[in-house]
């Protein structure tokens, strides 16, 4: 029913930033959206929530550099990754619906060099 893409992932110092996209096919305006994040051989981690009318939630972690946001016009939803740390290094998943996801999408990498 709903299929997410990620982009905007890559390579970037300490300190530096990056704005991640998530692609939606299929509608989302009625959907909760979420970013979470899997650093290798660790746990998957929630990041961050955004309802379907604009409210948002962080994890601990990343509240005052991180920010999601949506464009229910343009079906995308966005985090945007600011003063990034080595231990953000991650694969970055967007999902629909909350808190149990219906629909993942691929992933995109984020690595973060000191």
């Known amino acids: 029913q709903v299929q997410l893409v990620e982009s905007g992932g890559g390579l970037v110092q300490a300190g530096g930033s990056l704005r991640l996209s998530c692609a939606a096919f299929g509608g989302i305006g009625g959907y909760h959206m979420t970013w979470h994040r899997q650093a290798p051989e660790k746990q998957r981690e929630w990041v961050a929530v955004?309802?379907?009318?604009?409210?948002?939630n962080y994890a601990d972690s990343v509240k005052g550099r991180f920010t999601i946001s949506r464009d229910n016009s343009k079906s995308t939803v966005y985090l945007q990754l600011n003063s990034l740390k080595p231990e953000d290094t991650a694969v970055y998943y967007c999902a629909a619906g909350y808190p149990a996801a219906s629909y993942w999408g691929q992933g995109t990498q984020v690595t973060v060099s000191s």
């Open positions: 955004i309802s379907a009318g604009g409210n948002t």
